[in-house]
């Protein structure tokens, strides 16, 4: 089976809106929670920490199962996982820790003052939404034999278009007054990686096998293991890095 072939999991794909939703609320309500534990620990220290704590017990999550099948056929069975993870993801990294490694960085980039925290708020719900729906038509269009093209292309202008209502509703919400043209080039860029990404890694692949055979050492074994097109790390990642550099 194609690992990039479009494919539609009900559960998969609420778990994904809802992670998104819990994760705003998280962002929403813990700014304040740092002075109670330390006057000098502002909210978004408090949530670089716990953000970057949760990225590393994944992480280790994922190399213990990747490491012992034992572990992986635990962790495959337990309800949520059997559900919802994908048969990639059985020898590769859950694309939860992709999400959560995202999350990590974003709410670094706002503590660093790279960008605000209100494009953290519409990176996630372009994630949460955008992407899901671009899954959906790409998913029925596979369906109906239409062809790789006429997929891609429809996926990429449904991402489009509910990215850009997602975001504009998300800045009326926040009673902002956003350039929405500088918003569409945000979303537009995060729908370019989405549809492209994949492409992107049949291309690289074998520039990847040529190092892993000139480097005879065991952690680039472990490179395989990542997918750098991963939708929970690429998508917000360059919605919040084009929304900063065209100036929102």
Request: charged fraction near 15%.
């Amino acid at each position: 089976m194609d690992e990039f072939a479009p494919e539609w999991n009900r559960i998969r794909k609420l778990w994904h809106v809802s992670g998104c939703l819990l994760m705003i609320l998280i962002f929403s309500l813990w700014q304040s929670w740092g002075s109670l534990i330390h006057p000098s620990l502002s909210g978004l220290d408090f949530m670089m920490i716990i953000a970057w704590l949760e990225t590393f017990l994944t992480i280790v999550i994922d190399l213990i199962r990747l490491h012992s099948d034992r572990h992986n056929q635990i962790v495959k069975g337990l309800p949520l996982f059997r559900w919802i993870m994908r048969r990639h993801e059985e020898s590769r990294f859950n694309t939860s820790t992709y999400y959560i490694l995202s999350s990590a960085i974003l709410v670094s980039g706002c503590r660093l003052g790279w960008w605000e925290s209100k494009v953290i708020i519409m990176a996630l719900v372009v994630l949460g939404f955008a992407d899901p729906a671009a899954s959906w038509i790409r998913y029925r269009i596979h369906l109906a034999k239409r062809g790789a093209k006429a997929t891609r292309l429809a996926g990429l202008f449904v991402f489009l278009a509910v990215g850009s209502l997602m975001v504009w509703l998300a800045d009326l919400a926040m009673a902002g007054h956003a350039d929405f043209s500088r918003l569409f080039c945000a979303v537009a860029a995060a729908a370019l990686s989405e549809a492209y990404g994949s492409e992107i890694v049949v291309l690289v692949r074998p520039l990847t096998k040529k190092f892993q055979e000139a480097v005879k050492h065991p952690a680039t074994w472990w490179m395989t293991r990542l997918y750098f097109a991963e939708d929970n790390l690429v998508i917000p990642l360059m919605f919040a890095l084009t929304a900063t550099l065209v100036g929102f």
